[in-house]
């Protein structure tokens, strides 16, 4: 009796001690789990859910400078985590960070994570965790629940006839397959071929999958005028007609305007596509449909050369569209003009896109005008004029509009561009509330780029512009950040009596390394001086000193310049200046 009590008692004391050592162990980690931020509002990209995949992203938490990672579970098992994450821009910024000369550039944190091999019509439910700079990890965050998408009719254009032979016309034929694709279908353009096609239009409630190469016809022809008694615009490659909603354009093919020649002759160092030479000046000789479209416009209708050379189609023309997603590998490649506009439009997502643009004449990249509600995420944009750009109309008339804005920017890589996030020139309905964030640029003109002039109204207000690497600025103007209401627009016919300003804007956590022009340019007017603009722990290498012109109530804190820079500060006209902590830093 006593050997068994004996037994029972060391068993006992055994199992008591392993129970403190666990709790001990969950309290430990329960500390140090409530030490670590926990991330924001996980969601899923609706328009990004498929039968095998979907995308989730989430904002950083509100303290975040100890973060280094984020783990994602799957029905409480992990499956990667955010940095190791297969995106369309790791290798772009695998390739930044790995280049030593960029060891002090600020490093950006991925909150984006496409979850793949999933199950056609099942439930999931995702968590998210913080990894901090020891290693440790947060709580959860809110669950994120998804059921996935049945599997999609398909709709081959093969099966209605296209050739992908790259020199057949299958204008009809895939517009044959864009009608009679049922709801929720999909329109497949296969892999490993080129289809070439003159304009076409999609409907709402499909995908457009583009697995080969759609390359646009080079006959003007065959992109009508929408008005024929109101010349304006040559149709783009591909349209929407004004209120489609829930469309879908993805697939890891190819979407090629056919604008412009290729520059053969000259390798980029990231493969992107480079056109040759393209303006007004050579566009007979360098172009190819914009060659087409111009001598159309003036053989057929006696434009001049300048409003003949306006005429120029887009790539895609995605006008009053409510839920739009672009993505999921794709590339869009060499447009007559500019590559993707969102006019109106609502919920627009770019998610995983090329944008390979660069010397195409006015190539913009993707924006919005006078919508509400954009994300561009893990893309890569290389363009011939602004990379995202957001207008909101000039003139009297158009400050009556509705705002532009809710943007979201992050976890992208800019190459070339004339700015990477451009408000205006267009700016009398507002353009508003915008975050660009984790962004890395290289190469690019600037980095936050407001413009707009007397007379078009309105401004920018409410951005926030963080976290960002950003090097060799050297496109165009080559300024990181620009606030100018002096800008060399268009003149409206009914112009706005109160100047256009730019105010309530935040800049910080960003570094610069390398930059033609002025660090930063704030240039007002007498009766509209850009105000309450915050500068925060920004360092510029080789830059030109800031410019300060009609600026009001602004603050500099731990801004820092080169030692080679005597006065960092060129100030006139201006008031209500706040500078904090260091002004230069050595090379």
């Known amino acids: ?188 353009i296969p892999k490993g071929k080129v289809f070439k096609t003159g304009s076409i239009s999609l409907k709402s409630e499909m995908t457009l999958k583009v697995e080969g190469t759609l390359l646009g016809s080079e006959n003007a022809d065959d992109y009508p005028y929408g008005d024929s008694s109101k010349v304006t615009k040559a149709s783009s490659l591909i349209n929407t007609k004004s209120g489609s909603k829930n469309i879908r354009i993805v697939g890891l093919g190819v979407i090629d305007g056919n604008g412009w020649k290729e520059n053969k002759e000259e390798k980029d160092p990231n493969g992107f596509f480079l056109s040759k030479e393209s303006s007004l000046k050579t566009v007979t000789q360098n172009g190819i449909l914009a060659a087409a479209q111009y001598k159309k416009a003036i053989e057929k209708y006696g434009f001049s050369p300048k409003d003949s050379y306006s005429t120029r189609s887009n790539l895609l023309d995605m006008g009053a569209v409510t839920n739009l997603y672009i993505g999921d590998g794709l590339t869009l490649r060499n447009p007559s003009q500019h590559t993707e506009s969102n006019s109106s439009s609502n919920n627009v997502v770019l998610n995983g896109v090329k944008l390979e643009t660069f010397n195409c004449n006015n190539g913009d990249g993707t924006g919005l005008g006078g919508g509400r509600g954009l994300i561009v995420v893990d893309s890569v944009l290389d363009t011939g004029d602004d990379d995202i750009v957001f207008n909101a109309g000039k003139g009297e008339k158009d400050s009556k509009n509705n705002p532009t804005g809710d943007i979201w920017i992050f976890d992208n890589y800019f190459g070339r561009g004339h700015g990477a996030v451009v408000c205006g020139s267009y700016t009398a309905a507002w353009i508003e509330n915008i975050l660009a964030e984790d962004n890395i640029l290289n190469g690019t003109g600037t980095g936050l780029r407001c413009k707009s002039s007397q007379g078009t109204g309105g401004g920018a207000r409410n951005i926030t512009f963080r976290d960002t690497a950003m090097k060799n600025l050297t496109d165009l103007g080559g300024q990181p950040f620009i606030f100018t209401s002096q800008y060399n627009g268009d003149s409206p016919s009914d112009p706005v009596s109160a100047s256009p300003i730019f105010h309530d804007i935040t800049i910080e956590n960003c570094s610069v390394d390398g930059a033609s022009g002025n660090a930063i340019l704030i240039e007002g007017l007498k009766d509209g001086c850009h105000n309450n603009i915050k500068f925060n722990n920004i360092t510029f290498k080789g830059t030109k000193p800031a410019i300060l012109d009609y600026a009001e109530n602004c603050t500099f804190k731990d801004v820092k310049f080169d030692d080679s820079i005597i006065n960092p500060w060129e100030i006139t006209n201006s008031t209500g200046l706040k500078f904090e902590g260091t002004t230069k830093v050595n090379k």
């Open 1 to 188: 009796m006593k050997m068994k009590f004996r037994k029972s008692k060391i068993i006992l004391s055994a199992t008591v001690i392993l129970i403190l050592i666990g709790l001990l162990t969950f309290k430990k980690y329960s500390a140090y789990a409530q030490n670590v931020s926990i991330p924001k509002n996980p969601k899923i990209i609706s328009q990004s859910i498929t039968n095998e995949k979907a995308t989730l992203i989430w904002e950083k938490p509100d303290k975040y400078d100890n973060i280094k990672n984020y783990n994602i579970y799957q029905d409480g098992q992990k499956i990667g985590d955010a940095n190791s994450g297969s995106t369309i821009a790791k290798e772009y910024f695998d390739r930044f960070y790995n280049d030593a000369s960029n060891s002090n550039a600020v490093k950006i944190s991925v909150h984006n994570y496409t979850v793949k091999n999933l199950k056609p019509n099942t439930e999931y439910h995702f968590t998210i965790r913080s990894i901090d700079n020891e290693g440790k990890e947060s709580q959860d965050s809110q669950t994120v629940n998804l059921k996935t998408d049945d599997t999609l009719k398909i709709f081959n254009i093969e099966d209605f006839g296209a050739k992908g032979d790259g020199t057949t016309i299958n204008t009809k034929e895939i517009q044959k397959a864009i009608n009679e694709c049922s709801k929720d279908g999909e329109v497949l």
